[in-house]
């Protein structure tokens, strides 16, 4: 009778031990997992009125071959976010960063042509409080919808200097009105 509870005190432990093996091994892998994709929290606003234009969790990566220069930065310090470097017509140059949604007023017109985004047409979106340009929405078109069905049917690119993360509003300096004439 010893040598049996004694047996099955041994299988109980190592079935205990086998337990807290995964366990320790499973935190491990949650806590890579969780560093690797450590959301970006927050909202990004209209840096000039303030306005909450996206969530700073729709930033996604959505890379152009007409894109002069790409970099990955880092956002608030989080995840890197692809930054993209385009030329207008116009020979405006203009930082973007894409995301998946964002609020913003859209031209009703939507064009095809000079688009930095194949497949995509874009119409100009702007704040929809104080009305500043604030970048594009890109609609995939008929035919690209038809090539690709994994294709992103949607996204907004935000001109980089013209948004902000609420976290970085604390270190705006305000010039007060007594100073300016």
Known sequence: MAASTKNRF????????????????????????????????????????????AQAQHLFSMPSNMALRQRNDTIVNSNRVLIQLFKNPQEVYFE?????????????????GDTWFPGYAWSVAKCPKCGTHLGWIYYATEAAKDS??????????????????????????????TYTS
């Open 10 to 53: 041994v299988n109980i432990t190592l079935k205990s031990l086998e337990i807290i093996t995964t366990v320790i091994v499973l935190q491990i892998v949650f806590s890579v997992v969780c560093e690797q994709y450590d959301a970006i929290e927050g909202f990004l606003l209209c840096r000039k009125c303030g306005h909450q234009i």
């Open 96 to 112: 973007l960063v894409t995301s998946l949604h964002a609020e913003l007023e859209s031209d009703l017109q939507k064009f095809s």
């Open 148 to 177: 690709l069905s994994n294709q992103i049917s949607s996204f907004v690119g935000l001109i980089l200097d013209k948004i902000m993360h609420e976290d970085d509003v604390s270190n705006l300096i305000a010039m007060p009105k």
